[in-house]
């Protein structure tokens, strides 16, 4: 059997899925039952390449992301600057990225603060972990990407979508990566072979499960407040939300749910965290189904997952 040296996504997900499959049933005695025996299986026909180190890249490119934009707000975006080399961090003209945006709610401006520890953190770990084999920081944009996003999700009705602007355009920029990241990485359980790895993938998707409930938390709080006005929070969300479903493989949802009832934790009918496939993934991050580059990453992801 020969291995494509850049395999794709789709690819990765199905070989070491049908591995998995093959190793579980072997042990229950069903691999023949179900016409999975070494002798038919090409997935046996010779060992498949060891892609822990490319998914464990993958989420650090993605956590470059999360950190930039957290760390942004807060006024810290200089300290993600000297790790992974010298891209670009594409910010809004009008951010002040030594101070920060101006929060006017503390409890925003400390959930920013807690989170942009928690994301840099991430990136230090993975980064460390990974050493030399670790991929380097690509090119991010937190300005064009936000604009073209905000367009989007709204059919064209808003320009110049800049989160920084205020806390509530803040927790609706965060909203949109929060749960992506939780996909992301449930998605990725099946591609990690070693336990450690899993472990600590695991631990990650914890921590970013628990930021995306307490974002979906706060703009849950300010749905009934800000529609009286007629900013219609809830709307907002919603729209991002369809969109991600549209190109991020359809697992995804709003504030609430048919019923009305608050969603704080996207899940399935059985309350398990939806997972995405890299595909799915990058159809969110780069702004396009099938796309190579773009949206948040002008040039693309960094390694091989990409």
């Known amino acids: 059997m020969t291995h494509d040296p850049q395999p794709t996504p789709d690819h990765i997900s199905n070989a070491v899925n049908r591995r998995a499959a093959m190793g579980f049933l072997g042990k229950l005695g069903l691999g023949a039952a179900l016409g999975l025996s070494a002798t038919s299986s090409t997935a046996s026909a010779a060992p498949a390449r060891n892609i822990d180190g490319d998914v464990l890249n993958f989420a650090l490119n993605l956590e ?30 009008s951010l002040d990225q030594s101070r920060g945006m101006q929060f006017k709610d503390s409890n925003v401006q400390a959930l920013a603060q807690d989170i942009a520890e928690d994301e840099l953190s991430h ?13 380097p920081r690509p090119v991010i944009d937190l300005n064009g990407a936000f604009r073209a996003a905000g367009q989007a999700a709204s059919g064209g009705k808003i320009s110049g ?33 070693n336990p450690a790895y899993l472990q600590a993938a695991a631990g990650i998707l914890a921590v970013e499960a628990y930021h995306g409930g307490a974002i979906r938390s706060m703009l849950f709080q300010q749905r009934q407040v800000s529609a009286a006005a007629g900013l219609y929070v809830g709307q907002v969300v919603q729209a991002i939300s369809s969109l991600r479903g ?13 019923r009305g009832m608050a969603v704080i934790a996207p899940a399935d009918a059985n309350g398990v965290a939806y997972p995405r496939s890299t595909r799915e993934v990058l159809n969110i991050v780069y702004l396009a189904p099938n796309a190579r580059k773009g949206g948040f990453y002008p040039n693309g992801l960094n390694g091989t997952i990409k």
């Open 64 to 93: 470059y992301l999360e950190a930039a934009f957290y760390l942004a707000a807060v006024g810290r975006v200089g300290e993600l600057r000297k790790i992974g080399g010298g891209a670009d961090i594409l910010l809004p003209a």
């Open 123 to 135: 990136v230090k770990f993975l980064h460390a972990a990974l050493g030399k084999a670790a991929a």
């Open 161 to 193: 979508f800049n989160p920084y602007a205020n806390d509530l355009f803040f927790l609706h920029g965060a909203f949109i990566f929060e749960d992506v990241g939780v996909t992301a990485y449930a998605g990725a359980a099946t591609l990690i072979t």
């Open 246 to 258: 549209k190109v991020g493989g359809m697992k995804d949802q709003g504030l609430t749910d048919a």
